[in-house]
């Protein structure tokens, strides 16, 4: 297990990030929110939307914890700060988003999440291409 499980996990970020906004678009078009804490999501006009979006992004937060502990093991300054990059700003987009959705909807906070998996997304396909420079450097995790 090397590069090549490495760039296994950022693809499956990848892949998974894609379906967190596709399910963020489809929320945000579709479902109708209520303005007031529902108790179940059977509330909501998509509730089945709107719990896959969070079940989605407990993977993607659990996956970029996963790509921080393997990255770390390169030793590589790039790829260890991108990678708590990574991290901060999915906790930041999980924060926000249980926030929107459970306390306040405010435009602000639907800003802040749509900018973190900006960053997220952006992170991830930075460490993906960083990762075949490492190799062809010669570098070897440890």
């Known amino acids: 297990m090397g590069f090549k499980f490495?760039?296994?996990l950022l693809g499956v970020e990848v892949v998974l990030l894609f379906v967190q906004f596709w399910l963020g678009m489809s929320i945000n078009l579709f479902v109708a929110v209520p303005l007031h804490t529902a108790s179940n999501f059977s509330?909501?006009?998509?509730?089945?939307?709107?719990?896959?979006?969070?079940v989605n992004g407990v993977l993607v937060l659990a996956l970029a914890g996963i790509?921080?502990?393997?990255?770390?093991?390169l030793r590589l300054i790039r790829v260890s700060v991108l990678s708590?990059?990574?991290?901060?700003?999915?906790?930041?987009?999980?924060?926000?988003?249980?926030?929107?959705l459970f306390r306040m909807q405010d435009d602000n906070l639907s800003l802040a999440m749509s900018v973190?998996?900006?960053?997220?997304?952006t992170v991830?396909?930075?460490?993906?291409?960083l990762v075949d420079n490492v190799r062809a450097a010669g570098k070897a995790f440890r």
Do not use: D, W
Request: contains cysteine; positive net charge; glycine residues 10%.
């Open 116 to 121: 973190s998996f900006i960053v997220v997304y």
């Open 6 to 8: 490495f760039k296994i």
């Open 67 to 73: 790509i921080l502990s393997y990255g770390s093991r």
């Open 43 to 54: 509330s909501y006009s998509g509730g089945a939307e709107v719990l896959a979006h969070m």
């Open 84 to 100: 708590v990059v990574g991290v901060v700003f999915a906790v930041v987009a999980s924060v926000t988003g249980a926030t929107f």
């Open 124 to 129: 991830c396909l930075s460490l993906f291409f």
